[in-house]
Each structure stands twice: as C-alpha cells, then as structure tokens.
C-alpha cells in the first residue's frame, strides 16, 4: 500500500478534505494522511459538513501537526497551500513532494467547501493516480 501525506497549514479544511477523498476513492491501494504545518487541532464544521455529503467523513479524522505523522514512511507528500509548500520540512527518507494549490474555504460559505471538495476530487486525484501509474490499475 501506498503512503501519501497531503499537508497545509491549519489541517482544518483543505488537507482533511484531500484525506478523506483520497481514502474513500482510492484505499486500499493509497491511504492517505494530512497533517498542518501550523495545525488548528480543530476540524472546520463546514469541511466535515461536506464530507458526510458526500459520504467520506471518519470519526477518526482530526487536525494533526507534523509531529503526529513524522514516523510514517511516506511515497508522496502533496502540499495544498503556498504556506506548507514554502515551510515543508525534511522527512526522514527521501520523499518526493508535489505542490498542488487550493484556494482555502476557512471563514467562507459553505459552497466554497462544495467547490473545494469538487477541485480536489477532480485535480488532486487524478495527480495521485499518475503519479503511482500501475498501482491505481483498475480505480
């Protein structure tokens, strides 16, 4: 199984959002992990709103910093805002990471959660999928 860390800066809207698409849409080939590089430790409502919308919420998902996730051995780190992708750290193996931006939805109405999910199901996986090529064969 693939290992992928999508991170950003509060993991309060965007990267839980890639997380949990990425989990629905794509497991058990990719799991998917998010963490912040500044984290909120708080879940925007209106990100898991949209989530149990479209039927990917876990209650096992929360806002996590980096520290939570350093251990994992990733395949892929995906930075979704210009702040994570200026202030990504080092991991301890070679990762390659790829910056893939969102416009983020904090502190906006609840159809730029909508609009948001949509980007990140419609650019983000299709980026995951090409990067891991023959892994994702048949999703």
């Not at 898991?48 to 520290?67: A, F, H, M, P």
């Not at 994570?84 to 893939?100: E, G, N, R």
């Amino acid at each position: 199984m693939k290992k992928v860390l999508i991170l950003c800066t509060g993991n309060s809207c965007r990267s839980i959002i890639a997380e949990a698409i990425i989990n629905k849409k794509l497991y058990p080939l990719i799991k998917a992990y998010s963490a912040g590089v500044k984290a909120t430790k708080k879940i925007n409502p209106n990100a898991k709103k949209v989530l149990q919308q479209n039927s990917c919420w876990d209650d096992r998902y929360y806002s996590k910093t980096i520290d939570d996730i350093i251990d994992i051995d990733f395949d892929l780190i995906i930075t979704v805002c210009d702040n994570a992708k200026q202030t990504c750290p080092i991991f301890p193996k070679d990762t390659k990471v790829v910056h893939i931006g969102f416009e983020d939805p904090d502190k906006k109405e609840f159809e730029q959660f909508i609009k948001t999910y949509n980007l990140i199901e419609e650019n983000l996986l299709p980026q995951i999928k090409k990067h891991f090529d023959g892994a994702t064969s048949g999703i």
